[in-house]
């Protein structure tokens, strides 16, 4: 499902002395079938965003477009609501909102109130678990009985199960162990591929968003406040993305360095491990001719 | 959801009032609070009413927040404008409706009594208005503290009236986190027949529950970690001070009370 922000701003609190704009018309569009990420440094207002994607929160003003839907600050919440099918989001800390007393139960909330067919959905959710990683055996255990990692999982194996189109993730990951944040990230990449849906990362990690995104898009100051564009393009403005308080990833980061130290290295995007095998490489032969 | 609710009730903003000390504004309460018992005719109402806007403007909090903080009470001051309009019998008959005769007296009563309940109202706001909770409760607590050796435990009730409040604005922020967690997984808090509605409450309570608990369990362990133990020997870091103008400020109000006791009938 295609996804535009047309001059989209938001404000909390309005008409308080608490005030607060989070997003001062922001312009930007993802794309049908894109795995775009979302980067920004605290505060920036990549969660306000999320939020309104799927009618959490309606535009102070400007509009949002999913599909064919529009959301502005008249949408009726019926319309609201039904947008909402079709789109699965995974907050910040999934695990608090866990409250069944078994994880059956909890994971059977979201399809049975979104009025999708329970039963034939209850024999998909061993399958949902084994995809992120959980043997089927917790089915009838309390998830306060789990672990943290093990119930962030659930929640969003329970999320899964409601076979959103468009999925987004806000910082799925985050405080989750560096083997465990990559396995996460994985299985929820390859459900993208697979599933052909529209996903949306926001995470703080540059090079989570290099590894997995077709697309990023850069929250930065209010003076221009959204930037967008292909990783290699995004990543290639170093010195404005530490201006904002972002860094390009690391090897990102010593491949355009060695780059303009002469260095021949043609592909600055590459992933990390690739990266270092092209710098030893090119070392090694620097070596050889002296 | 929940974004609207104005935390606390303290509007930021710098006022004479606002500078004052929080115990003389809860001295000056107290008395304004019998005060206000002493008008009882048409001139002391008047200075009353008269204070009353006066305080108001100087405080330089926007009205509605007043509004707001009357709204509530507008039934029971409406509700007792009608008693006292069909039940006191003085003055000259106005009107009658279904067999009760207004008299003007009765209006008169009504329209007093309300003053009387309205004024009473707003000078409560205006403490909590132009005072943070924390000075709040130190005020509070000062007040307590002779009442020590009567056994009453004065630091630890003001520690919990000041972890609560300062609790607050954080349990709101969770709250609305997970009723837009629980929303965007389909939960709909407005509609639906009583058994969905009941575990969409459950969705909602279990998890503020939860975090809770943990969040009083991890506050323990800190402040267990920084060797709090009690209230023997603590010093404040913010200490409250008397000033000159908190000994104006309450001799302006026992001048209130003064002008008041003089123009009342008696
Ligand atoms: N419920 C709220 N009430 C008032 N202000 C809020 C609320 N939620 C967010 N804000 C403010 O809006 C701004 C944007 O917040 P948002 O949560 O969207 O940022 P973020 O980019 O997701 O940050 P983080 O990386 O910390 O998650 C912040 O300045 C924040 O203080
Ligand atoms: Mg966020």
Redesign the pocket.
């Known amino acids: 499902m295609h996804i535009a922000f047309q001059n989209v701003s938001y404000s909390?609190?309005i008409g308080s002395p608490?005030e607060?704009?989070?997003?001062a018309s922001v312009n930007a569009h993802i794309s049908s079938g894109s795995f775009t990420g979302v980067v920004?440094?605290?505060?920036?207002?990549?969660?306000?965003?999320?939020?309104l994607i799927n009618g959490l929160l309606l535009p102070t003003s400007g509009e949002v477009q999913l599909g064919d839907a529009r959301l502005h600050r008249k949408t009726k919440r019926k319309e609201v609501k039904q947008m909402r099918k079709k789109i699965g989001m995974v907050f910040?800390y999934p695990e608090h909102q866990l409250f069944g007393s078994t994880v059956e139960e909890d994971m059977l909330f979201g399809p049975r109130h979104l009025g999708m067919d329970v039963n034939s959905i209850r024999k998909r959710l061993p399958a949902l678990l084994d995809i992120v990683g959980i043997g089927e055996d917790v089915l009838p255990v309390s998830p306060f009985s789990l672990s943290g990692g093990q119930m962030r999982r659930i929640a969003i194996a329970g999320v899964l199960a409601t076979d959103p189109e468009v999925l987004i993730l806000?910082?799925p990951a985050a405080s989750l162990d560096p083997a465990g944040h990559r396995a996460l990230l994985d299985v929820l990449k390859t459900w993208h591929d697979e599933r052909g849906l529209t996903s949306i990362l926001?995470t703080?990690d540059m090079e989570d968003a290099a590894r997995y995104a077709d697309d990023i898009i850069v929250?930065g100051p209010a003076e221009k406040p959204v930037t967008s564009g292909p990783p290699a393009e995004v990543f290639r403005q170093v010195e404005w993305l530490s201006d904002i308080g972002l860094a390009a990833p690391p090897s990102i980061r010593i491949a355009h360095a060695l780059q303009s130290a002469g260095w021949d290295i043609r592909d600055t995007l590459l992933e990390p491990e690739a990266m270092a095998a092209v710098v030893a490489n090119q070392w090694t032969r620097g070596k050889k001719e002296g | 959801m929940?974004?609207n609710i104005v935390i606390g009730q303290y509007i930021p903003v710098d006022s004479p009032l606002h500078r004052l000390d929080s115990r003389a504004k809860i001295l000056c309460l107290l008395a304004l609070a019998v005060i206000v018992f002493l008008a009882n005719e048409f001139w002391s109402y008047t200075a009353l009413v008269t204070t009353v806007i006066l305080f108001v403007v100087l405080s330089r909090v926007p009205l509605k927040f007043f509004l707001k903080g009357l709204l509530p009470i507008f039934i029971l001051i409406i509700f007792t404008f009608f008693l006292h309009a069909f039940f006191t019998n003085e003055g000259a008959v106005l009107f009658s409706v279904l067999g009760f005769s207004v008299y003007s007296g009765g209006i008169e009563q009504g329209v007093y009594i309300s003053v009387r309940i309205g004024s009473l109202v707003v000078f409560a706001s205006l403490l909590t208005l132009t005072t943070t909770p924390i000075d709040l409760t130190d005020g509070f607590e000062s007040f307590l503290r002779p009442f020590k050796r009567f056994g009453l435990p004065a630091h630890e009730m003001a520690l919990m009236m000041s972890i609560s409040i300062r609790l607050i604005p954080t349990l709101l922020?969770e709250a609305?986190r997970i009723l837009k967690a629980q929303a965007a997984r389909g939960a709909d808090f407005a509609k639906g027949s009583l058994r969905t509605r009941l575990e969409t409450l459950t969705a909602f309570i279990i998890p503020l529950f939860v975090r809770s608990f943990k969040r009083a369990e991890d506050m323990a362990t800190a402040m267990d970690a920084r060797g709090y133990r009690g209230g023997e020997g603590r010093t404040k870091l913010r200490v409250l001070k008397w000033r000159a103008r908190d000994t104006i400020a309450c001799i302006i109000v026992a001048g209130v009370g003064v002008v008041l006791a003089l123009l009342r009938d008696f």
């Open positions: 909390y609190m608490f607060k704009q989070a997003l920004g440094s605290t505060g920036s207002g990549k969660s306000t965003l999320m939020q910040q806000d910082e926001v703080h929250m | 929940l974004q922020l609305d």
